[in-house]
Structure formats: C-alpha cells, structure tokens
C-alpha cells in the first residue's frame, strides 16, 4: 500500500453500490465487482487505450446522463454506470462488427479457441450475423523466431502485445507498422524478433495472432485441462498453469485472473517455455548403480535397500555424524522436511545443509536479523503499490524477471521512484519519474551504502532522536561511519555525492520503500557485510522515517527459502530453531516420538566438502543438486566426492554430479508432484502434480518415506497432507500457510523484537593480482538457471552458448571483435568462450554466465570468493 493514500469512490453500478479507489476506470470496478462488460483492448495492468471501442457503458452524474468508454473513463462520486443498454449494445456491437470483418470467427485450430474474448464477446453482444462482407488479410504466418508466432489473419489491433512489450517488459520488440487499412503489428524492419521472450504478448493478445510454437498440439485450447502451479526456476514464485491433453503437459499459459499468486499472470521465458524438462528423452530412467565407472539399470527394491544398509551400516560404524545429505533447494517444503528428518531422525545426524547455506550462511541469519529489528517485509503483492524500489547489485531482467514487471506497474500507476545500485551498467527500462542509477565501481557495494546511510544522518533526514532512541547501539553505526565522507566514497565508488544524495533523500521520503538484493552480493566476496549494511539502512528509516521498509534476504531456486525454512542446514532445525538449543531438540523428539535428539558432537556440515575430502564424512545424499557443476569450489566438490567412501545422487538428469555417485535415483520435476514452495518474500504456494511420474522415476518425497520403510523405522505420516500437518505443528509460522492453495506469506511471528546495528569490518578488496587485470563476475543468464533449463528445448533455442560480455573499449584494447573467442584464465584454469560486446559491463570486469556444464566458470574461481583476477587473450 503506498503511503498516498487514494480517496474512496461510491458508485452504483446497474443499481448495486460499489466503491473503487479515485482514478479507477469504471471497466476496472465493473469487473471487481463482477459486471461482464464488453471489451477486446483492456488489461489493468496497462494504460488505458481505448482502441477497440467495444466497451461502451452509459453514465449518469448530477442527472447529466452520457455515453463513455469504460476502459479510460474514471469512476467519480455518485455516479450511476449502465451496462448493456440497448443504445450501448448497439453501439459495442457496430464496433465489433467491424473487427469481424476481417477475423470471421471460424476457429478450430486456433490457439484462443475456447477462450477467446473475441468469441465471449460475440456471443455476450448476440452478434451472430453481421452485416458485412468478410474481408481477410491473407497474411503470411511470421516463424522468424524459435518461439512465438505471428498469425496477422487474427490481429485486431487492439495493441495491448504493443503496450505489454513496452510498459510490462521494458522492451518494444513490437510496434504498429504502416497506416490505416494496412496496419499491423510487427518488429522493426520485420526482423526476426529478438527480446526477452518473456511471451507477456501471447498472454494479453485476445485473439490467437501471437502463439506459442514451444507446444507441440496447436488449437481447441479450451480441451486442455489446466493445473495450477508453481514455477521451478527461480526465486520469485509465480503461479503458472500447465496444460495438458491425454495426460501430457503441452505448454505453460499464465493465469490473469484476480488473486491467482503474486504475479498478475506475468511470467518470463523460462517459466513460460521452459517445460521442456518434463517429457524429456534425457531423464533418468531408472535406477543405476555403478559398477566399477558403469551404471547398470537396478530395480527401486535393490536401490532403496542397498542405500539404507549402507547408511546403516556406515552409522554403526563410524557414528551419526558421518553421514550427511545436501538438500535441493528446487524439492518442495515437505520433501525438504522428510529429507532433513531422516537424517536427523532416523540416524540423530545434524548433518544436512543446502548449496547456498554451505556458501552463505549468512543470508538465514541475516533475514532473522530483519526481524529481531522489527522490519518483518509486506507481501510482495505490494510492490506495484511501493513509492520506492533500491534494486542492490541485481540485473532484475535475468534474476527476478517478474519483479521488473511489478516495478514498471507501479512505476505507472503508483508513481514509484526506483532506484538502482549495480555496477554493471544493467538495463531496466521503464517509466518511472525518478529513476536513479548508482553504477559503482565494482567492489564498491559497502562504501555506497555506507555513505547512504552518513547522507541520511548528516542531513537528518530522518528522526535522529527517534532512530537512536529505538537502537541502542546508533552512536556506534555513527563512528562507524567516520571516513564514509563525499571524497573518500567518491574515489572508492566513482559516484557523484549529488546523486548519492538524490537516493539517500528518495529513500528517506515518507514511503513504504522495497530494497531487493541480488544474488550478485554473494560474488563479491563481502556479501555478509553489504547484507548487514543494507539491513543498517533499512533499520534507520524503519526507525527514524516514516512509512515501512520491506526487504528480503538474496534467493536463488524455487524453494531456497523453504528448504531453510523446513531446516535443511546444520544451524537450525525446522522454523529456525536453534540446532543446538536442548530444549528445542527436545521438543521435536516429543513431537517424532523417538529417541531424544543429541546436539551435534560437531558441524561437519558446515564445511561438508572438505570434510568428504579429509574423510571424516563417509556417506554424501545429494539430493537433487549438482554441486560439481554449481557451485564456487569445483575443485573441492570434484576431490570430495572422489574421496567419500558412498555417493548417493537423487536428480531428474544425469548431471555432473550424478555422473560421480554409486547409486543414482531418478526423481520427478515439478509438474509431475504435490506439495509447496515457499518464495523469496515467504510466500507458500501450492505445487500440483499435472501429468505422472516419467518412466520409473518417483517423488523425493515417496523416495524419502521408501527409504524410512527400508529402515524400519517409518515416518508417522506418509501422505503430503499428513506432512503439511506435522510441519503445522513444528513450523508453527507455517500453520495458517499451509496447505497454500492461496498465495500466503507466512509471518514472522515469535521472533523478538531488538533492534541492533550491524557493525562490519572496513573493507578492503584484495589488490589484482600481477598479470591478471581483470575482473570476473558470474551469475545466471537470463533464459538459464541451475542445471535443468539447459534440457528445455526452446530456451537452448532462445539462449544456445554461453559468451563472455566484455566493455566495447576493453574489447578495443585487447584487440576483440563480437564472436572471437577468448581465453580467460586465472591462476588456477582457463575456459574458452566468445565475446560479446556490451556496455552493461563495466570497465575492467568480464562477466560470464554460469550455465553452461562446457564452461565452467567455476573451475576458474577455485573456492575463491569475490571478484577474481583473471587475464583475458584471443584463442589461438
Ligand atoms: Fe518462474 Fe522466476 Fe520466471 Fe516467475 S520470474 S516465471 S518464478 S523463473
């Protein structure tokens, strides 16, 4: 809710009152409030157009009765709003008429079929013969690109693919061309289109001129039967629908309607296209074990008790705490929960984490950290209504693609300011009035926050009194801030103080402010202390501005936050409760009913992979994730599972990891289970299973309770409701969430208020080193994430090779055009990759997506944290 607060509107539409907030459109209240009234162009997600003229209502104001376009005309006080009149009714169907010239509705292969606005409305408007000669455009249909088509026959102009490009994308790939009877929708000089393939225009286009060639069935798509659910790739949680016909998914659509998740129907080209994964000739298809480097085919009886023996026997042999299980963070809330369970239930193991808790365990204590300062983050259902969004070191575009699309909505329709704080020179367009660009010299992320929050009290512009009076320790966050003066951050970060200040005032404003941080931090080698300084800031204008401060720790996967939820981590068991706290034990003992669960001896989970490597961890479960691949210590994974005496590897392909294991067990992808995800803003979300398990492949979740069987020592429940229930009870925050069939963000209720500053070390960013001069950077590239999206034919399609994005004047320098292949090198490896030219880059920093399993930029790094120092060559 933004802090502008909008005058309420009474109205009577068709004789009922109804209220809308001032500036709503009447089309807008009418649907609210369930009124069916004609319309092809409208989506209140964008302007006003008013390009179809079929949405004619009658008014009455003071006794002045008048014909007005619902879609742009707005609802004023006492107004009395007519629909369907006769004189309307005429008027919408002359309209209408007109459209159907040239799209005659004679629809059995199209797209749109069946739910078709254009059909509703002809059959709403009884218009079954018109008057007019039928006159089609016999256009040709455009498959310049891998992913969408363009069928002009269909178009009628309403623009909303035009407008949806443009104000929800940021894009405009697409654009009306030619006049008057020739118009048409296309791309600039009818070039193949070349975007974000986000498919926003095949959602809003009313008609099937924009469809999705991703699915192999075309037409009739009211036959599809629809399963609402949640997407697997990234962090953000959007709520997405997967079509399916005789049981098998054919395609993603989004779902528009009203309180459907948290994304308004808008997704991005992974979550739309990326559903390649499910009916995949690649999977795993059945049980393997390795024989002597050769995977044999094994039944799930031999698998299942073959691993549960060897777990077994390696406790009785070496102790509980030589086992340990790496959870994914794409398997649901309740797979997490029976995953992190059997090992410390089962066997009294605290052994079990997650990829991004072994790097960053931080982030959990940092989002604690928020709540104990009393800032416990809106729904994020609430971003399109912020005054102010800081973006911090994340390209939204490729991280939380759908975050953009909010942004840009409030940027619209709530006047949000943004701000943006990168050092790559990322692009975010959009329409916002005040939109304020802090790129930084890399390695600079603290001393622009820092001098952030020394503008904010050397101007007061916030209540000094108030903030020092709530946090005790405020003199100290003062002196820290010392040397955080204009000159000293200026050289360090290459900003002007006036802009600096611009943001600190933008961000001081009385506003209900949203700081989202990218997973980007985490490259930098000081991820912990930009963590603790962007929670200073927040914590001041929480404290001594007004308005709110929502802000959430970095997520990568679909379920990162719920795997830490569910306590998949060595530090806390299920709802943060502290691993080593007795009491706490005790009562998830009670609650398990089995023996009293002990403290662990020690956390080798907590540096698992040199612990595989020094031998004191004899049995590794991975389950679903491919460490050897993803994460920073390739090296370390590779010696790791190497050394470890059992490798058990649970995933939908046979990745690099899996390729190591003694026993690979073939698991589901999401369409194919039951359960919830929770996202990056603590959101529990339904996941449905809409097609059956491929091949012999199983949910975690029933590979889990198997497993439990195998070891005679069951799981009380063994259904995902049952689960659901039980995590109700030792998840209590959980409890009104669950089982999610709503977009709920769970509360961050019985943590303690106590705000606190969090003082960090001044930092220093190791020197470059000789002969090295340049920077890398990582992250995911914008239609790839982890190591599924690679086996989604359309987003190899859209996104086939990996590149090295390089400054055009580095490039000069080194003698580089787009496309040479280059050498990167640091002082332990190098990789060959081609060179694209970018000004996003900045000068002196390589960045190079790390989704490609042939370019591993992993290896590159070596363990080390933060921007390496790497040398750059054309490849002989
Ligand atoms: Fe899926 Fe994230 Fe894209 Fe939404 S933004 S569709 S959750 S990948």
Not at 196 to 203: N, S, V
Not at 572 to 593: D, I, M, V
Request: some cysteine.
């Amino acid at each position: 809710m933004s802090t502008v607060v909008k005058k309420t509107i009474n109205l009577k539409i068709d004789g009922k009152d109804v209220t809308a907030p001032e500036g709503t459109v009447i089309l807008e209240a009418a649907k609210k409030n369930g009124f069916e009234v004609s319309n092809l162009c409208y989506n209140r997600k964008l302007k006003p157009f008013a390009a179809c003229r079929t949405c004619m209502v009658e008014t009455v104001v003071d006794g002045e009765k008048e014909l007005v376009y619902s879609c742009t005309h707005p609802v004023a006080e006492g107004m009395e709003v007519k629909t369907n009149t006769q004189e309307t009714d005429r008027y919408n169907k002359a309209c209408l008429e007109m459209l159907l010239v040239e799209h005659p509705l004679d629809c059995p292969i199209c797209d749109k079929s069946g739910v078709c606005p254009l059909q509703d409305n002809t059959n709403a408007l009884k218009l079954y013969n018109g008057r007019f000669e039928i006159n089609r455009r016999n256009e040709p249909s455009i498959k310049s690109n891998p992913i969408i088509e363009l069928y002009l026959n269909r178009c009628i102009m309403c623009g909303l693919c035009v407008r949806a490009c443009d104000e929800t994308q940021g894009v405009q790939a697409l654009d009306f061309h030619k006049r008057g009877m020739k118009v048409g929708i296309g791309t600039a000089n009818n070039e193949p289109l070349d975007c974000e393939f986000c498919g926003q225009c095949i959602t809003v286009c009313p008609t099937g001129a924009l469809m999705d060639m991703t699915s192999e069935a075309r037409g009739l798509a009211a036959m599809y039967k629809d399963t609402h659910t949640t997407c697997t790739y990234c962090s953000w949680g959007c709520t997405l629908k997967l079509q399916t016909k005789k049981g098998k998914v054919l395609r993603i659509e989004a779902d528009e309607d009203y309180g459907v998740g948290i994304n308004e129907g808008n997704l991005c080209a992974k979550g739309r296209f990326g559903h390649g994964i499910i009916h995949n000739e690649d999977r795993i298809k059945s049980p393997l074990m390795n024989h002597g480097g050769e995977f044999k085919e094994v039944s799930w009886d031999e698998a299942i008790q073959t691993i549960a023996e060897r777990l077994q026997s390696t406790v009785n042999r070496s102790g509980p705490d030589s086992i340990a299980g790496i959870g994914s963070e794409k398997m649901t809330n309740e797979e997490s929960y029976l995953f992190q369970k059997l090992f410390r239930n089962q066997f009294g193991s605290n052994q079990v984490t997650n990829l991004a808790n072994l790097r960053a365990p931080y982030i959990n204590q940092f989002m604690l950290d928020c709540f104990k300062g009393g800032i416990v983050s809106k729904p994020i259902t609430e971003l399109e209504h912020a005054d102010v969004v800081l973006v911090f070191n994340s390209d939204l575009p490729s991280e939380y693609p759908v975050a953009g699309n909010s942004i840009r909505k409030g940027a619209v329709f709530t006047g949000t300011d943004i701000i943006i704080a990168n050092p790559r020179n990322v692009v975010f367009n959009n329409e916002a009035q005040g939109d304020l660009r802090l790129t930084f010299t890399h390695g600079a992320d603290l001393a622009v926050v820092n001098r952030l929050m020394r503008i904010l009290i050397d101007e007061n512009l916030i209540d000094l009194k108030k903030a020092k009076a709530a946090v005790p320790n405020f003199d100290d966050l003062v002196k820290s801030l010392k040397t955080c003066n204009a000159k000293n951050t200026g050289k360090t970060t290459g900003l002007s103080d006036e802009v600096l200040t611009q943001a600190a005032r933008q961000f001081a404003k009385k506003a209900d402010r949203f700081v989202l941080i990218g997973n980007d931090i985490l490259d930098t080698g000081q991820g912990e202390d930009i963590l603790k300084a962007l929670l200073n800031l927040s914590l001041l204008v929480q404290h001594g501005g007004e308005g709110s401060v929502s802000i959430y720790p970095p997520r990568e996967h679909c379920n990162s936050q719920g795997a830490n939820d569910m306590g998949v981590t060595p530090e806390f068991l299920p709802g943060y409760q502290s691993a080593g706290n007795p009491a706490a034990l005790e009562t998830l003992s009670r609650e398990w009913g089995r023996e009293p669960l002990q403290p662990a001896k020690e956390n080798l989970a907590e540096d698992l992979f040199t612990n595989c490597a020094n031998g004191k961890l004899k049995l590794l479960y991975v389950a679903g994730e491919d460490p050897v691949h993803s994460y920073y210590k390739a090296a370390l994974v590779k010696e790791a599972l190497q050394t470890v005496p059992f490798l058990v590897v649970q995933d939908v392909f046979m990745t690099e990891t899996a390729k190591m294991a003694d026993i690979i067990l073939p698991t589901v992808s999401f369409a194919e289970k039951d359960g919830t995800f929770t996202n990056i803003t603590r959101h529990v979300q339904r996941v449905k299973a809409a097609t059956l398990p491929q091949g012999m492949s199983k949910p975690d979740f029933d590979i889990f309770c198997e497993l439990a069987d195998a070891l005679d020592k069951p799981f009380q429940h063994n259904t995902v409701e049952g689960v659901q229930e039980e995590i109700g009870r030792t998840v209590p925050f959980y409890k009104e969430t669950l089982p999610g069939d709503d977009s709920q963000q769970w509360q961050a209720s019985g943590f303690t208020a106590k705000p606190e500053f969090q003082i960090g070390q001044a930092y220093e960013e190791a020197a470059s080193v000789d002969g090295y001069p340049y920077r890398l950077q990582t992250n995911n590239h914008m239609f790839h994430i982890g190591s599924y999206t690679q086996h989604a034919k359309a987003l190899t399609d859209v996104g086939p090779d990996c590149f090295a994005e390089v400054h055009p004047e580095d490039a000069e320098a080194l003698n580089l055009q787009e496309g040479d292949r280059i050498v990167v090198e640091s002082k332990v490896t190098k990789v060959e990759v081609p060179v694209k030219l970018s000004y996003v880059t900045a000068r002196g920093l390589i960045y190079i997506p790390k989704n490609w399993v042939d370019v591993p930029v992993h290896l590159l790094r070596n363990g080390e944290e933060g921007l390496i120092s790497i040398k750059v060559s054309k490849a002989g």
